[in-house]
């Protein structure tokens, strides 16, 4: 682990030169989850943080089954900023096992838990076991846009071509 990113001090560099972001982050059961792994990028070029499993025992998920699965954790992100929620490439190659809602966004203002909801698209049951990482999280800039309704929009080649339209 980067002694920069660990638990005392959980930031990360936005890659603007003088810019770092600081991502708060609680142990929502410090006492019962002091044992689970704390989110952490696993390689200097990482985007994503790992998230583990904060269940209490292991967890079978058959397949087509969906679960919230807690992580122990609560975040304030910065104003300006959000959360994704996205699945790890290796369980979803190895396992088929991934997020129902991909990315999941996680809003600068919320504060409650953190929970990721898996769906195992796999042909096997996938058992999980505490502190399993689970999910990834990144943090990105966002905007709030100033909305104008309008009776026309600009033209564009595509105009309305909606799925499907460019071919495979």
Do not use: C, W
């Not at 070029?45 to 904060?54: I, N, R, T």
């Not at 096992?97 to 898996?118: F, H, K, M, Q, V």
């Not at 990105?140 to 846009?145: F, K, M, W």
Request: net charge negative; hydrophobic share 35%; charged share 25%.
């Amino acid at each position: 682990m980067n002694p920069s990113l660990g638990p005392d001090r959980p930031s990360f560099e936005s890659g603007r030169e003088g810019e770092t972001v600081i991502l708060r982050i609680r142990r929502l059961n410090p006492e019962r989850d002091r044992d689970l792994p704390f989110p952490e990028y696993m390689s200097p070029g990482a985007s994503g943080l790992d998230l583990p499993a904060a269940i209490e025992t292991d967890l079978v998920l058959a397949p087509g089954d969906i679960r919230l699965i807690p992580t122990g954790l609560a975040l304030a992100i910065p104003l300006g900023y959000e959360g994704q929620v996205r699945p790890r490439s290796g369980l979803a190659l190895k396992h088929g096992i991934g997020l129902i809602n991909s990315p999941g966004t996680i809003d600068s203002d919320y504060r409650g838990e953190i929970g990721i909801a898996l769906i195992n698209l796999g042909p096997k049951p996938f058992t999980l076991h505490r502190g399993d990482r689970i999910a990834q999280l990144v943090i990105n800039r966002v905007y709030q846009t100033a909305i104008r309704l309008v009776e026309d929009l600009d033209q564009t080649e595509r105009g309305d071509g909606g799925f499907g339209h460019s071919g495979i």
